[in-house]
């Protein structure tokens, strides 16, 4: 049975998480490597592994011998070289021409869109509330996801290089702190396990 309640706290908590309206200077740094993204595959590669996360979750990466922790390191490496990228307007990540739906899936679904932190998430929100009314509110927050990769390109054009190029950097700090966070967050739990 579906608790209202619980499917409005679990949306709240999870679109603060994946954060797809702070992503939209990656999605359109993204498309601009790679030549397009693709929308409904980038949500639905999304769509999979946030499930795959809630039901399986920690299992899953015991599966491959990875805790949660080594997980979240490697998440937040990969967001610090995203940051820096767009900080100090810098090439690590280099798509080839033709490559839409590999920017679509990675980075882009994972770790931007469902990222560490988002895994980490559902893990502790499986804990604490019904996987039916988890799998609810993470559908519904596809649809933001959509809306906002849909739509990356027609706000790009409205916002110019120069309004492009200032959300880059800003966000690209963002990231990097958010980045930081996640690294320190869980490097003490690898460097002194119990």
Request: hydrophobic share 60%; net charge positive; with cysteine.
């Amino acid at each position: 049975m579906f608790d209202s309640h619980q499917v409005i706290s679990c949306f709240a908590v999870l679109f603060a998480v994946i954060d797809i309206v702070g992503a939209v200077p990656m999605i359109l740094r993204i498309q601009q490597q790679s030549g397009a993204i693709k929308p409904f595959l980038t949500t639905v590669v999304s769509f999979a592994l946030m499930v795959l996360a809630l039901y399986a979750g920690e299992s899953f990466l015991h599966l491959f011998g990875v805790d949660v922790n080594s997980f979240a390191v490697a998440g937040a490496l990969v967001l610090f070289f995203i940051a820096m990228e767009m900080i100090l307007g810098i090439k690590i990540f280099r798509q080839p021409p033709g490559s839409e739906s590999v920017a679509s899936v990675v980075p882009l679904a994972f770790p931007i869109i469902a990222g560490a932190g988002t895994f980490s998430t559902l893990i502790s929100l499986g804990a604490a509330y019904d996987r039916n009314n988890i799998l609810l509110a993470v559908v519904l927050n596809m649809i933001p996801v959509y809306a906002v990769l849909k739509l990356a390109s027609p706000l790009g054009k409205k916002l110019g290089n120069t309004g492009i190029l200032v959300l880059e950097k800003m966000f690209g700090i963002i990231l990097l702190a958010i980045a930081v966070k996640l690294f320190s967050g869980n490097i003490s739990f690898l460097l002194n396990p119990k």
